[in-house]
């Protein structure tokens, strides 16, 4: 089945030490989107790339990164995670704007 | 932005009973609308969405529509059942721009179904 998956499921890091949150995608969508998610709360967008075209929010912090070496697979990179970085972080995907965002299982980040 | 105001939680319910949730948007333009449900520990799956105005999305036995003129997208379910138990929210996405298609969230609606 067509599908988005994120790797891991759950990851714990260490406070300041770099941690990369992977997704990848078999729909061969345009568009891939990740949020952040903290408990009880709706997810907000940090990012998306449309094909190669990266698009970061007003408000993301600058300790957030992503890559996207192919259509594929996308990365989510925390240079330097804090404690208020943990959450839930989700991949989602879709063919063009505006249409059905597809999301993954979510990886839960836990900062120690 | 985009903003969306949704009934706020937590809703229980018995098993049968008929559910409402109510969902108010402002947005520029003419945005698609989403109801998705989250599950316990899982990712966002789509319940249903509609395009345009007065289009009717429906999966499940969910029904929503697309009001332009009160610019709501209420979700409603005859009979709910003790598996409806989630997380639900409603989500206009942005009508297009450099934003391709932005989802904003509204808070979400805890729901809860006893037997």
């Known amino acids: 089945d067509a599908m988005v998956i994120q790797n891991p499921r759950y990851q714990v890091t260490q406070f300041g030490k770099p941690v990369t949150l992977s997704c990848s995608q078999t729909?061969?969508?345009?568009?891939m989107y990740w949020y952040q998610q903290k408990s009880s709360q709706a997810p907000k967008l940090l990012f998306h790339?449309?094909?190669?075209?990266?698009?970061n929010e007003a408000d993301t912090p600058d300790n957030f990164q992503s890559r996207r070496p192919n259509t594929s697979f996308c990365f989510l990179d925390i240079r330097s995670p804090g404690l208020g970085d943990a959450a839930m972080y989700l991949c989602?995907?879709?063919?063009?704007?505006?249409?059905?965002?597809?999301f993954g299982p979510g990886t839960r980040l836990l900062v120690l | 932005g985009d903003s969306v105001t949704q009934m706020e939680g937590p809703v229980t319910l018995s098993e049968e009973a008929f559910l409402t949730i109510n969902c108010t948007y402002t947005?520029?333009?003419?945005?698609?609308l989403f109801w998705y449900v989250q599950y316990p520990g899982e990712g966002l799956q789509l319940l249903l969405k509609?395009?345009?105005?007065?289009d009717k999305g429906s999966n499940k036995g969910f029904e929503a529509t697309y009001r332009k003129e009160t610019t709501s997208f209420h979700l409603e379910k005859g009979s709910v059942q003790v598996s409806d138990s989630a997380v639900y929210f409603c989500?206009?996405?942005?009508?297009?721009?450099?934003?391709?298609?932005?989802?904003?969230f509204g808070q979400g609606t805890i729901l809860t179904v006893h037997p």
């Open positions: 989602a995907t879709s063919m063009r704007g505006g249409e059905t965002q597809y």
């Open positions: 729909l061969n969508h345009n568009v």
């Open positions: 790339y449309y094909d190669k075209d990266f698009n």
């Open positions: 947005a520029t333009g003419y945005p698609s």
């Open positions: 509609a395009t345009k105005a007065d």
């Open positions: 989500a206009p996405s942005d009508a297009g721009g450099t934003s391709y298609g932005k989802l904003t």
